[in-house]
């Protein structure tokens, strides 16, 4: 391949790489954490009292409604499971983010409360989704589509820098003095070998995130502004027609029992109703189908009054054409099938993911030092340079720190204030910023140091919470003594000992790495040209630098 070819996929590679990558670490890190979102919502919801079965759920809707008749309109019974009563939740108005959740006692009584089940699951969804950006979901989630188009450029263009070495240096990984040549294999290896799952990954990504416009798009070229009829008369309800005389709800082990004679396999999960108490009353039944790889399962919806079928398109079992060719991608995504094998390997690879796109922007740091050689100039870090780097410490150890610390909170909080999520994004916005003003401040080196025993710290803080509430439950938090908890703990202190670990890599590195890196604390002294400044051993990732005399291509 041409030489000026290869150099313009270079910086191709490069700019769209420093473009997106930052926010790309943000969305992969949070992205792992979302594949296990439900032992992690496990950990932060506190405990229930009462156990409501699905015998019982009729008690606790017929209860809720007569004390919160207008609740008819629109709530959603969540079935019981292993370690959660049945529960109804609402919003008193489809605007307002306020969901509200209904319990039975252990006496009956109805308890009615602000909802934050699940609360720190979606929580580190929405970052995942929205890089965490400061604007609302539908905002940042399109801004993340565009952001996408960008990653699947940079994968792109990265592969085919690499294709001309590909079967020589494909397996290596140089642990050598070089530690610029050493992250440099690493960051070839890591981008190859997951090349099939990151362009999954950004393809899936872009339809979640621009399917709006897209729609949009499609509506103004295709439809002449008819599409959002075209989809109504195509949806779930379509063809239902409202029908506000009273009449009683069949009870909810009728209705499923009504989907199981469709899709026996299908496991409900929730039952969402719409005008309940109403002959024209709506349920739609939702749950999985592990036989079949979608996001977030399927539905069918049923006549309330009489448990008659009106759809069941969207059944895992059931869906024919578009649903069914767009449902895998969701699952791809978001790893949502093959059970614990699948979701450990998604995990390994959006962590992996995050390494890629946090050494590509040290790489680029560390390769102006390179060019000033190159031509014989003495190395100066620029501006540039030194502000790429805190930026990115800032951003990617802030974002590791700050949902450390928004996750452990909601146990702090609980009970202390009203509304916990909005404490909640508080705190990750505060911390994130607070540690990206910090690194711009201290600069690199030592901000790469401080901010990763900060990240020990917040990591740490999980298992810590566990066991001042198992010592002193009267202090606030609660512990559950079950294996999701304890998974969640054991998993938050292992990553605490290799930030830990990072921290005190990245300080030697800073006291003993060449002087005229962005990575030190020294200042710079003079050489003669091609004489070399001892290098340690020891490095991390926010150590990425070579000896004055290397010469990297690639």
């Not at 990558?21 to 950990?43: D, I, K, N, Q, R």
């Not at 440099?184 to 899936?204: Q, R, W, Y």
């Not at 009683?248 to 969402?272: I, T």
């Not at 290098?535 to 150590?543: D, F, M, Q, V, W």
Request: net charge neutral; proline share 5%; with cysteine.
């Amino acid at each position: 391949m041409r030489g000026e070819i290869l150099r313009l996929y270079k910086s191709v590679h490069t700019w769209t790489g420093l473009v997106a990558g930052m926010l790309l670490f943000v969305c992969f890190y949070a992205g792992a954490l979302t594949v296990f979102e439900e032992p992690l919502a496990h950990w932060a919801s506190p405990p229930t009292g009462g156990f409501v079965s699905i015998e019982d759920a009729d008690r606790l809707i017929e209860t809720t409604l007569a004390a919160r008749p207008d609740v008819a309109e629109d709530f959603t019974l969540h079935l019981a499971t292993a370690d959660q009563p049945a529960r109804l939740s609402w919003r008193k108005s489809r605007s307002d983010d306020v969901v509200w959740s209904a319990t039975l006692g252990a006496g009956g009584e109805l308890r009615v409360e602000r909802s934050n089940a699940s609360g720190v699951g979606a929580f580190v969804d929405t970052i995942h989704r929205t890089a965490g950006l400061p604007f609302d979901r539908e905002t940042g989630t399109t801004a993340m589509g565009v952001v996408s188009a960008v990653y699947a450029v940079a994968l792109v263009s990265g592969l085919i820098l690499v294709l001309p070495s590909l079967t020589k240096d494909f397996l290596a990984l140089r642990l050598t003095s070089n530690l610029k040549r050493m992250w440099l294999d690493a960051h070839n290896l890591v981008g190859v070998a997951s090349f099939p799952f990151h362009l999954v990954i950004a393809l899936t990504a872009v339809v979640f995130g621009l399917h709006e416009p897209i729609y949009d798009a499609l509506d103004y070229v295709a439809y002449d502004g008819r599409l959002p009829t075209i989809m109504r008369s195509t949806g779930p309800f379509a063809g239902v027609k409202r029908n506000e005389q009273k009449a009683p709800m069949k009870r909810v082990a009728e209705l499923v029992a009504a989907v199981a004679v469709v899709s026996p396999e299908f496991s409900p999960e929730s039952l969402r109703y719409r005008d309940a108490d109403t002959r024209g009353a709506l349920v739609r039944v939702v749950g999985e189908d592990p036989r079949f790889l979608s996001r977030g399962g399927g539905f069918a919806v049923l006549r309330g009054a009489t448990a008659e079928i009106v759809n069941v398109d969207y059944l895992p079992e059931k869906q024919s054409g578009w649903t069914a060719a767009v449902s895998p991608f969701f699952a791809l995504h978001f790893g949502s099938y093959g059970g614990e094998p699948v979701r450990w390997a998604y995990f390994l690879l959006g962590l992996a993911g995050a390494f890629l796109f946090y050494s590509g922007n040290l790489l680029w740091i560390e390769s102006r030092r390179r060019t000033a050689r190159r031509h014989g100039e003495r190395v100066v870090q620029t501006t540039a340079s030194r502000l790429m780097a805190a930026a990115s410490i800032g951003v990617c150890l802030g974002c590791v720190c700050a949902l450390s610390f928004a996750i452990v909170s909601t146990k702090w909080l609980y009970g202390h204030v009203e509304d916990i999520e909005a404490w909640r994004r508080g705190i990750y916005h505060a911390v994130f910023f607070g540690a990206l003003a910090f690194a711009f401040l201290r600069g690199a080196a030592r901000a790469g140091v401080e901010l990763a025993y900060v990240a020990a710290i917040g990591a740490l803080a999980l298992p810590i919470t566990s066991a001042v509430a198992l010592a002193a439950p009267g202090l606030g938090p609660w512990a559950a003594a079950d294996p999701e908890s304890a998974g969640v703990d054991i998993v938050a202190f292992g990553a605490a000992l290799c930030f830990a670990a990072l921290a005190r890599a990245t300080a030697r590195r800073a006291e003993l790495g060449p002087t005229d890196s962005v990575w030190s604390t020294r200042r710079p002294r003079e050489t003669s040209r091609g004489a070399r400044i001892p290098l340690s051993s020891n490095g991390c990732a926010a150590a990425v630098g070579a000896g004055e005399g290397d010469d990297i291509h690639g």
